[in-house]
């Protein structure tokens, strides 16, 4: 499924809709969806339990007009633009026994995609602090989990050629961080993988066998969430 839908609210409340489908499974070709998506514009998205006033700059975002959103998955604050090859691994847990726990899901996928990278760019790269893949010491890849009785969200962010220069400007330095970031600063930290989008999309495609595109998605489920999540500052804002 490659679907970018026109707003952040939507995007987010897409991976939770595709989510909760394949959790209630609706059918067998809801077993396993991979979906790519990239920004049209700048916003940041917090990690489930962040508090906004300690790991973003909320005036300047405010004042640039820049949103912001929380996700339903853990980890770190995180800009979104235009650059920013993100993608939805939704998988039933009955298909594979990696699956069972969050450890073992995080070392079943990242360990897939440490290797694909790897093959991809001819160089070393690594797992570091959980879920980050890293490149001469950056961080190229951040991803995170959500888990439902029966199927899992894994998600994250491959940077292609991300402005990483923004990130000064609306992220504060995390209030949480890997031992691997050593203190260094947005720019010092992370790094942009500058490959072709369509050659990655390809082979993570080929990787997870997603060799039959769908097109049809929850619309219904994606606007019920904008509205009542996504959209409202009680959930954006809610720490």
């Known amino acids: 499924m490659d679907l970018t839908l026109p707003t952040p609210a939507e995007n987010l409340a897409c991976d939770e809709a595709l989510l909760d489908q394949c959790d209630a ?3 067998d070709e809801v077993l396993r969806v991979l979906r790519f998506w990239e920004p049209t514009s700048v916003f940041v998205v917090l990690g489930y339990a962040n508090r906004a006033a300690a790991e973003l700059n909320t005036d300047i975002c405010v004042e640039s007009g820049v949103p912001v959103l929380r996700r339903i998955s853990g980890g770190g604050a995180v800009l979104q633009a235009p650059g920013c090859l993100n993608y939805a691994l939704v ?6 026994p990696e699956l069972q726990t969050t450890g073992t899901t995080n070392r079943f996928v990242m360990e897939k995609h440490r290797s694909l990278l790897e093959n991809l760019l001819g160089v070393r790269v690594t797992i ?3 879920t980050d893949l ?3 010491g950056r961080k190229v890849s951040g991803n995170a989990q959500r888990r439902r009785a029966n199927a899992i969200l894994f998600h994250g962010t491959f940077l292609l050629n991300a402005p990483v220069n923004l ?3 609306y992220l ?3 209030s949480r961080a890997p031992a691997y970031r050593d ?3 947005h720019q010092e930290f992370v790094a942009n993988l500058g490959i072709d989008r369509e050659v990655l999309k390809a082979e993570i495609r080929r990787l997870w066998k997603a ?3 769908v097109d049809h998605w929850p619309k219904v489920e994606v606007e019920r969430l904008v509205q009542t999540k996504y959209s409202l500052s009680e959930w954006n804002l809610k720490f």
């Open 25 to 27: 499974d609706c059918g």
């Open 167 to 169: 990130m000064e400007k």
């Open 134 to 136: 890293v490149v001469h």
């Open 211 to 213: 060799d039959r595109q």
């Open 172 to 174: 504060r330095m995390p």
């Open 91 to 96: 998988l039933r847990t009955s298909t594979a």
């Open 128 to 130: 570091d602090g959980v």
């Open 183 to 185: 203190g260094r600063p």
